[in-house]
């Protein structure tokens, strides 16, 4: 029988896991770190230049800076730049917002979008953002009750069932506030961060794609960067300053704080700090799972969607109306495609699978006699091993197969048909099918395949007479028998090897997780040890600065409207930039926000950032907004499994290119008005 007591033995592990996972003594850039155990790190903060204090960070009983960002629709962030909820957060975080509302005749992403009064706000269905209300370690909450003789899965049913009540109770104190519960350092620590919902947020203002995305795909993930990566919203809430659903009734909700700008300008050295909700990392991966993504996944996974990219292009390239609708696919499809060239081409310069196997058999050769932990490494050898062509398969199931967009659509009667086929055309997804399809065929083996897929691609002979009959049929009922047949087989055959195959390896990790903590205080090492990423709250910090991709190269921290100038290109879709812009360069019209005669676009720093920071409010050394994180340099982006303080840069908009764009592009006066702008 379980009891609710914990007994003296439990008490003390959980005591020993709680200070190992929070006594943490690295002091380089490097970290993603938790907003309610900030005051472990500000005194080297503040020895880099920071002038708050822990308190003004995060804090719950009083206004802090984290009461000015928000998880902007669960994938980006954003951040409050006035006391009437106006938001900023990048182009692209908010690119299918603006996608959805234009048309051939109100083309918002060719001519941008700016709202001149508070009626020309646009609703936005299905987008939310939410507000951290507080975090709090919870793992002894979660863990009540626990007996070490319990089995694994008695462990999970208690986890889950405290987890529950924690969530539960969380929820029931508020209006619209959501809880979460979600474990840390591999489930050796548990949280619960409580957040404030709000569902009415509405479209204020975007520059034209060809500022918001300026340099496309080409200069995606590299620097140096001229983005305009910027987007506007409001959040309205009830006439009670709480979450409510759309109304016309509905008032611009009062922030509990709201960011003050600072457009005097950065240089080089000058004290960053970003915060916001990075999405995942996986920093304490064992060598076999790096190596599988460098040499295999990977490599996999980008001829996949270099097949897709083309096809897409090609369309887009012909049609205005196609390109419209492909637009936001596209970028999506780009995106994670140059990110993952990039983290394979920076895991080997940084020999990373190399240094993890050093190691391991260090680690190997320390655990001999310690019951806990010897034997671990060969237990992930022998996992890996076994797991690796099951992942393949599911990594050719979500990038081929699912890829295709007719067939997830056919089996799902529930979606909405007019948003789907409003940015749908046939012709890029049947092409689609046929490159994925044939790539599948040839790439996984048979063993592998369903059933169903051999036996129907034996019946027409090839994927093209398929795609023929598949996509010339007026009904849905064929594209839906593909998924689901496809889908069933993996998931009653290959999905479950896999997630038990990651079961052994989680329970390993928290193990191995303890152990490489232990290893590194018992040596004197200088490992870093913060939480992986997991889509919620973090601090980075670390200074604006410049660095060598290169031998004999090295890339300055700041971009300006020169550079834009250097690259438009009329001819060139991702660099015809408006006329407009080029005419106020051509008058050197620049009003207040001219700097050594041109205009600041954008500037790296050495904050550690990855996936879901997009968006992030970049403070300098006041808590000040400087600029908005949009991406990281192309050299650095393996960060999210090994970091390298030498390329590892996050890369920002600076805040002055987007008050000077709102100012004498949109000449949206009014939004100005409504900022505190230090000048």
């Not at 350092?185 to 479209?203: A, E, I, S």
């Not at 975007?206 to 993930?221: H, L, M, R, V, Y």
């Not at 979500?398 to 997830?408: D, F, H, M």
């Not at 399809?437 to 027409?460: G, I, R």
């Amino acid at each position: 029988m379980i009891t609710l007591k914990l007994t003296y033995m439990t008490k003390k592990l959980l005591i020993t896991t709680i200070l190992l996972f929070s006594s943490l003594f690295v002091f380089a850039d490097e970290g993603m770190w938790l907003p309610s155990q900030i005051a472990q790190r500000i005194a080297d903060m503040q020895s880099k230049g920071f002038k708050l204090t822990a308190e003004d960070i995060y804090s719950v009983n009083n206004s802090s800076l984290k009461d000015a960002i928000v998880h902007f629709n669960g994938g980006c962030t954003g951040e409050i730049i006035s006391n009437e909820g106006l938001l900023i957060t990048n182009h692209h975080c908010g690119y299918s917002q603006i996608q959805s509302h234009s048309s051939v005749e109100h083309d918002y992403l060719r001519d941008g979008f700016w709202a001149m009064s508070r009626a020309e706000e646009l609703p936005n269905k299905n987008l939310k953002v939410s507000f951290l209300e507080y975090m709090e370690d919870v793992t002894d909450k979660v863990l009540a009750g626990y007996d070490p003789a319990m089995t694994e899965q008695e462990r999970e049913a208690l986890v889950k069932k405290n987890s529950d009540q924690i969530k539960k109770d969380a929820e029931s104190k508020g209006k619209g506030l959501q809880a979460r519960v979600a474990p840390l350092y591999y489930g050796n620590q548990y949280f619960v961060w409580v957040y404030k919902v709000f569902t009415d947020v509405r479209l204020v203002g975007a520059p034209p794609s060809s500022i918001g995305k300026f340099g496309g795909d080409t200069d995606n993930w590299m620097w140096p960067r001229h983005t305009g990566d910027f987007s506007l919203f409001r959040i309205y809430a009830g006439k009670d300053n709480e979450p409510a659903a759309y109304s016309p009734d509905n008032v611009p909700y009062k922030p509990k704080r709201s960011f003050k700008i600072n457009a005097s300008g950065i240089k080089e050295g000058d004290f960053t700090l970003v915060y916001g909700f990075p999405g995942r990392t996986n920093e304490y991966l064992m060598s076999d799972a790096v190596r599988y993504t460098a040499e295999l996944s990977n490599p996999h996974k980008i001829k996949l969607r270099t097949l897709r990219l083309d096809i897409q292009n090609r369309e887009m390239e012909k049609d205005p109306a196609v390109r419209i609708q492909y637009a936001s696919k596209n970028a999506n499809v780009s995106n994670a495609w140059k990110k993952w060239q990039g983290e394979m081409k920076g895991i080997y310069k940084m020999k990373a699978i190399e240094n993890k196997q050093e190691f391991e058999a260090k680690f190997t050769e320390w655990s001999k006699g310690k019951p806990e932990y010897e034997g671990l490494v060969e237990k992930f050898t022998a996992l890996y091993a076994a797991l690796e062509p099951l992942a393949f398969v599911a990594d050719y199931q979500k990038e081929a197969i699912n890829a295709v967009e007719i067939l997830s659509y056919a089996a799902n009667p529930k979606k909405d048909s007019a948003a789907f086929y409003k940015d749908y055309f046939q012709p890029i997804d049947k092409d689609i099918f046929i490159a994925l399809f044939t790539e599948y065929d040839k790439s996984v083996s048979d063993q592998y395949k369903a059933p169903y897929f051999k036996e129907t691609l034996s019946k027409y002979g090839s994927v093209e007479a398929w795609a023929d009959d598949l996509f010339n049929d007026e009904s849905l009922a064929k594209a839906a028998q593909v998924y689901v047949e496809t889908n069933r087989y993996f998931n009653d055959n290959i999905k479950p090897q896999i997630d038990s195959i990651n079961y052994e390896l989680a329970l390993l990790y928290r193990t191995y997780m303890r152990g490489q903590i232990e290893y590194n205080k018992v040596n004197r090492g200088t490992r870093v040890f913060y939480p992986d990423a997991n889509s919620t709250l973090r601090v980075a910090y670390g200074s604006v600065k410049g660095y060598s991709p290169s031998d004999a190269v090295y890339y300055t921290p700041v971009s300006s409207l020169e550079g834009i100038m250097q690259k438009d290109n009329p001819q060139i879709y991702d660099y015809n930039i408006p006329q407009k812009l080029r005419d106020l360069y051509a008058a050197k019209d620049y009003g207040v926000w001219e700097v050594d005669g041109s205009v600041p676009v954008a500037f790296i720093a050495t904050n550690h950032t990855s996936g879901g920071n997009s968006g992030s409010p970049v403070l300098d050394a006041n808590g000040n907004l400087i600029g908005v994180n949009f991406d990281r340099v192309w050299e650095g982006t393996m960060s999210d499994v090994v970091f390298d303080p030498d390329v590892c840069r996050n890369i920002a908009l600076d805040i002055r290119y987007a008050l000077f764009l709102i100012d004498k592009l949109a000449g949206a006066q009014h939004l100005l008005d409504e900022m505190e702008i230090i000048r």
